[in-house]
């Protein structure tokens, strides 16, 4: 069982920077694959951004790569995205999640969920 806590949500100007925490409890934290998604209103939930359990491998959408960095550190159970460069597209509710298998960018391989965290950037 692992429990996800997502926070540093807020609202930015656009080119300004955020960085988001999720913090997991549970003692098989290390062993999860992590992802970043978000969700705009009226639209779907995205993948943004993941990590391997061990942090050597990182994976990007598109639309954040050169903007974003996802890592984590195993020993505190936290994972951290650094948003730069946002833009008013970016802004949509991020969740933090965990996975052990299946395709990255997909929800649906994820198994747990943080509560989300709003992420709003003016123009």
């Known amino acids: 069982q692992v429990q996800l806590v997502e926070s540093g949500g807020g609202l930015v100007q656009a080119g300004g920077s955020l960085r988001l925490s999720c913090a997991a409890s549970g003692r098989t934290f290390s062993t999860y694959f992590m992802g970043w998604f978000r969700q705009a209103p009226g639209k779907e939930r995205e993948f943004v951004t993941g990590?391997?359990?061990?942090?050597?491998?990182?994976y990007y959408a598109d639309s954040v790569k050169g903007r974003f960095t996802i890592s984590r550190d195993n020993a505190r159970n936290t994972v951290s995205l650094q948003m730069n460069s946002l833009k008013p597209e970016d802004t949509a509710v991020y969740y933090c999640?965990?996975?052990?298998?299946?395709?990255?960018?997909?929800?649906?391989?994820?198994?747990?969920w943080g509560q989300g965290t709003q992420v709003t950037v003016s123009s």
């Open positions: 990590i391997t359990w061990i942090g050597t491998s990182t």
């Open positions: 999640a965990a996975r052990r298998s299946g395709d990255y960018d997909q929800a649906r391989s994820y198994e747990y």
